[in-house]
């Protein structure tokens, strides 16, 4: 078990970063932190993604060459970068929206701790 | 034709969104017939490619004339020829009933709205059609990302509740992006009927079924399965009321409708058979949903909470006959989707009359409602009809092959489930009614002399009334339609 965590340091760092952002989330109170958290979920599995497009011993998909046969085991595997790149809009438009969100909250109510807003709410 | 008919779903409501920022700034009151219109005639070409899908078949769009399975496709078949029909209704009635009055609520936020709704509208459309695991998230997220700024729009409590309902949200979405990252590790396929046709080599594959619990996990989620429903009462209860009556039906069942697909068309859950039962613990889950949802429902005080809670019981009901595992089941499941979405709305409609009139969303406040807004009380009682299961309306007929299924398949927790909720649905609605009758509760203050909801209002009410007990007469040609056309394959 503890071999096979060693042994894929990639997959390893993606477990630590995962669950460190749903810690963040769920123990901090402060709406940033929260924010916070909730990036590193999202950055830890387009970290993930991309890793299943990696070979070792190959270089970016780019054609050295025109013509000629294509040898696809010299190249990485190009769609889990494309596959990110959207996956990153769609995360960098979430948090826009969060942050517009939490402006908007921030002018109401005063305060970004969780807690204080709720005493606020009525 | 009818491939590009295909592709005018999804364009059209979103080129008209594009387009509103621009018009509103020129002619503000010039934006409803602009969405009115874009979403009538998305519904015409739904019905266009309907014909088109059930007579010839499934129609797949490839988008750039990129052959499937390095393309993107649209796929348009009996399924999702249902859900797009009846997306375009129910949200062509939405927009018809937010109209001119509701919007003001907003202040000055109108084009907002239009453009929110109208990308809303074409990312739901666009999740129905997607024939690729990857462009189903992408459409997810849109429509998410639309939800939480029009549950924030009018600012007050609903900013809290859009935050929570974003924070939740995007931990789904991250499930379910990481889902498809193990399928896609594990197959080297996103499109889907590529996936169900390599499947067999990797079956029994750990990363497949990480993939299943993170997919499953990520949709329950979205869809206010019963431990992950915490966001959708505050969501609900403190949108505003425009946008409450689209997101209640239309953005669960959305969810609803990617798990089935996922189920059936992706894993083929019908007949390949998996170590872990999926059918049968999801089934388990919809049944607590549907027993604890209708249950919470009895205990609230709030008109708006109480529907919310009601629609949450309602999710558990379509999962169980989804996951009943034989056809008759699978058919009522989906009638129940399609009848649901039309029951949340007309009862968000109600709620939102009743405000919009007497400012009035406490169930102690609705005494004597039948004499002051007895339109809206018809309404209302007609829904409760179908909600609880009472013969003409589509709810009984639902409900009726479900529990016909789940006989079949002697899976005796469902049939169980199916009792309980509607017994306590019963409950609920009893305990409304009777104030709306009785002169035990208080009367609504009177606020306005007009005496009953605008014109609009009552009559967006009336369609979707009428169009339950509709759902209701026609329920063995839908049904029949389902099993013919919708029918996962190798379902019995």
């Known amino acids: 078990m503890f071999e096979n965590l060693l042994s894929r340091p990639n997959f390893t760092a993606f477990i630590i970063l995962f669950i460190f952002g749903l810690t963040i989330m769920v123990t901090h109170h402060n709406l940033i932190k929260k924010l916070i958290g909730m990036y590193l979920v999202q950055t830890s599995v387009f970290f993930f993604l991309v890793n299943t497009g990696a070979k070792s011993g190959s270089t970016v998909p780019i054609l050295l060459s025109a013509g000629g046969s294509i040898e696809p085991s010299i190249y990485a595997n190009p769609l889990p970068h494309a596959l990110v790149l959207t996956a990153i809009v769609v995360a960098v438009s979430t948090l826009g929206v969060s942050l517009g969100l939490t402006i908007a909250i921030y002018r109401r109510y005063g305060s970004l701790e969780e807690e204080e807003i709720i005493e606020r709410l009525e | ?492």
């Open chain 2, 1 to 492: 034709m009818t491939g590009h008919s295909v592709g005018f779903i999804l364009l059209l409501p979103f080129f008209a969104a594009i387009a509103m920022p621009m018009l509103g700034s020129w002619r503000r009151s010039w934006c409803q017939p602009m969405a009115l219109s874009s979403v009538g005639l998305m519904g015409l070409s739904a019905l266009f490619a309907s014909h088109g899908a059930v007579t010839q078949g499934p129609v797949q769009y490839s988008v750039g004339g990129w052959p499937p399975p390095v393309g993107i496709v649209l796929v348009f078949d009996g399924l999702t020829s249902l859900l797009a029909v009846a997306l375009s209704f129910v949200s062509l009635a939405c927009l018809f009933f937010g109209g001119p009055v509701l919007p003001k609520d907003l202040d000055g936020k109108v084009v907002l709205y239009y453009t929110l709704v109208l990308l809303l509208i074409s990312a739901l459309a666009g999740v129905t059609l997607a024939g690729d695991l990857f462009n189903l998230f992408v459409f997810f997220e849109v429509a998410a990302l639309c939800a939480y700024a029009l549950v924030g729009l009018a600012g007050g409590r609903g900013l809290m509740a859009a935050f929570r309902y974003l924070l939740l949200g995007t931990i789904g979405a991250s499930f379910y992006l990481l889902g498809v990252g193990y399928f896609y590790a594990a197959t080297g396929t996103l499109n889907m009927a590529d996936f169900l046709a390599r499947l067999p080599d990797v079956l029994h594959s750990k990363a497949v079924l990480t993939g299943l619990i993170f997919i499953f996990l990520g949709l329950a989620i979205k869809a206010a399965m019963v431990p992950f429903h915490g966001w959708l009462p505050d969501a609900y209860s403190h949108a505003p009321e425009a946008v409450v009556p689209l997101l209640a039906s239309l953005v669960t069942k959305v969810s609803l409708y990617a798990m089935t697909r996922i189920m059936f068309w992706v894993l083929g859950a019908a007949t390949l058979p998996f170590e872990l039962p999926i059918l049968f613990l999801l089934g388990l889950g919809g049944a607590s949903a549907a027993v604890v949802g209708a249950f919470l429902a009895l205990t609230q005080q709030d008109l708006r909470r109480m529907f919310a809670y009601g629609g949450i019981s309602h999710v558990g009901l379509i999962v169980i006959g989804i996951t009943v595992g034989n056809q008759t089941g699978f058919a009522g499941g989906i009638f129940y989707m399609v009848n649901d979405a039309v029951m949340q709305a007309t009862l968000f409609f109600i709620a939102a009359a009743i405000w919009h009139r007497c400012k009035a969303r406490d169930l102690s406040q609705l005494g004597n409602l039948w004499a002051q807004m007895p339109w809206t009380s018809a309404a209302l009682i007609v829904t409760a009809l179908s909600m609880v299961g009472i013969p003409p309306t589509g709810g009984f007929f639902g409900k009726w092959y479900m529990v016909l299924g789940a006989l079949e398949a002697t899976n005796y927790v469902a049939v169980a489930a199916i009792l309980s909720s509607t017994l306590l649905t019963l409950a609920y609605f009893v305990r409304i009614i009777e104030g709306m009758f009785g002169d035990k509760h208080s009367e609504p203050p009177v606020t306005q002399l007009t005496p009953e909801a605008p014109t609009e209002m009552r009559v967006s009410m009336g369609i979707l009334a009428a169009s339950i007990l509709v759902l209701g007469l026609f329920s063995d040609q839908i049904v029949g339609l389902i099993l013919r056309s919708a029918a996962p394959p190798g379902l019995r």
